[in-house]
């Protein structure tokens, strides 16, 4: 099959799996998709009990019974979406639209994040013509949720130990570590009482950010919109004798957040004053970040009253403990400048029954660095009283700059594209750090098509850079096919 066949090919994929919905916790639907797919084919597949997939590919050249080699990717997406979309992710497909060299979504995510990757995987199989050694299609779930999917994997389920991961987002790059990660939630108890009936209702929002994913977009310097709501409601309360009935701000730990708003109860005679003075906050803020939050929206308006409000002084200490966690950018890589290392998003805050969540995820590639950031923030929780809780979170994916594979891949892209790829690590998380920590002996290298924006509405992947993609894919197999060693000579 030649390059541009296969890629109409991938697209073609592409949209159909586009048409089932798979957020993180939903991939059944897609994953009965590539059952059928596969049986189709004749191709054995087994599912394990978390319902990650594997699919079996007999060899197109070379020796049937060499070693395989795994192509890996996840099923499941972030859901994100524009205030204004009525898309409803657990039923309403995604259409891919194109728009000249890029594919997007109308309002949502995309899903190429990384629905591209087990597109991809499906072409390669079906492309008996290619050279190739057995292959071991292995598809995740609920990456985007902390990589359970992946930390679930039985020794044995896969016997493949040269593992190429397709879930790398910039063409001629080739990544050999990620980031470890680890999620906290803090959880601030909150009394309530009776909201006077005399006063009026007002929903205090932020909106219009830019937002993006939470681990390679971090050092963008892009507003959290879950800060800035803080901002806004320290500028207001007090003045205005206003008090929180509600709060929520963002949607996803991994997504930096774009919206958030408040629902406040305050006499409204103080209403003038206070939207006079979220406009002066607004000019403000639009001069902070001028250069990345050019839509930033901050409005006071009308809403709905609610019966139930919050307490003043605890909801003080809501508003400090929200501006004194850390966010963004903690520390930079010495071993790979310009690099992060460690970071930080305030992904999520939401109202519960009892009070306030806030979810954080914290993100290094240092296991130290990681351990001490997530110290912090549960010193801040305590210190505001609230009770914390972490996950145990996920390894960091250390470089091996010697792995065969990566020279095998070096050369290939050489082969193909006369220049040397770029070799890099990742502020994000990638499986291959749960798969390594599970599978001893493996060796890895992500690499995968350009998308932008990933992790928000915004998502957008670029059609040319799967050429390159294809064609490091196919000779990386090839190359098996002509020397299965583990070692090139």
């Known amino acids: 099959m030649d390059t541009r066949d296969a890629i109409e090919a991938v697209l073609v994929r592409f949209g159909e799996l586009s048409e089932i919905p798979r957020g993180s916790g939903n991939e059944e639907a897609a994953r009965a998709h590539i059952e059928a797919w596969a049986h189709a084919r004749g191709l054995p597949f087994a599912r394990d009990a978390t319902g990650n997939l594997l699919v079996r590919v007999p060899a197109t050249a070379g020796d049937p019974g ?43 995510t995309l899903g190429a994040d990384n629905g591209i990757a087990v597109a991809l995987a499906m072409v390669v199989a079906e492309d008996v013509a290619s050279p190739h050694p057995p292959l071991e299609l292995l598809f995740t779930v609920e990456e985007e949720t902390g990589l359970r999917g992946a930390a679930a994997l039985g020794n044995g389920f896969m016997s493949g130990l040269n593992l190429l991961n397709l879930d790398s987002e910039a063409e001629g790059v080739l990544t050999v570590g990620c980031a470890g990660g680890k999620d906290t939630i803090l959880t601030l108890p909150l009394p309530r009482g009776p909201s006077l009936p005399q006063l009026g209702s007002f929903r205090l929002g932020v909106s219009g950010l830019s937002g993006g994913h939470s681990g390679v977009d971090i050092h963008l310097g892009r507003a959290n919109a879950n800060i800035l ?21 963002g949607s996803a730990r991994n997504a930096i957040p774009r919206d958030a708003a408040a629902v406040l109860s305050m006499p409204a005679r ?15 803020l639009r001069m902070e970040y ?27 200490v809501l508003l400090h403990l929200l501006l004194a966690l850390p ?26 029954q009892d009070g306030v969540e806030i979810v954080s995820s914290q993100r290094s590639s240092s296991a130290a660095a990681l351990k001490e ?69 493996v060796d890895m290298v992500s690499l995968g098509p350009t998308i932008q924006g990933a992790h928000s509405p915004d998502e957008r992947l670029h059609v040319p850079s799967l050429d390159g993609v294809w ?10 096919t002509r020397d299965p060693e583990s070692r090139l000579p």
């Open 270 to 284: 103080e209403a003038p004053a206070a939207a006079h003075a979220i406009e002066a906050l607004e000019k403000e």
């Open 290 to 316: 001028a250069a990345t939050e050019p839509k930033m929206r901050i409005e006071l308006a009308a809403a709905p009253s609610m019966s139930r409000v919050f307490a003043a002084c605890p909801s003080d």
């Open 471 to 480: 064609e490091l894919v196919t000779e990386v197999l090839a190359s098996f």
């Open 229 to 249: 709501l803080a901002r806004a409601l320290k500028t207001i309360l007090k003045p205005s004798g206003a008090k929180i009935a509600a709060m929520e701000g």
């Open 66 to 108: 060499a070693p395989a080699v795994v192509l890996q990717g996840h099923l499941d997406m972030v859901c994100e979406k524009t205030p204004d979309s009525t898309h409803d992710f657990a039923r309403d497909p995604i259409t891919p639209v194109r728009d000249g060299e890029w594919v997007r979504a109308r309002g949502t």
């Open 373 to 441: 950031l997530t110290s912090r923030i549960e010193s801040v929780a305590a210190l505001a009283g609230a009770s914390v809780r972490s996950d145990t979170g996920y390894p960091p994916w250390q470089p091996d700059l010697h792995s065969a594979l990566l020279r095998r891949a070096t050369e290939a892209w050489r082969a193909r594209r006369g220049r040397t790829p770029e070799v890099r690590i990742i502020h994000a998380g990638l499986e291959c750090a749960v798969i390594g920590s599970l599978q001893p002996g």
């Open 327 to 352: 966010n963004g950018v903690a520390g930079m890589s010495r071993e790979f400048p310009g690099t992060v290392e460690t970071s930080n998003n305030l992904g999520v805050v939401r109202t519960t």
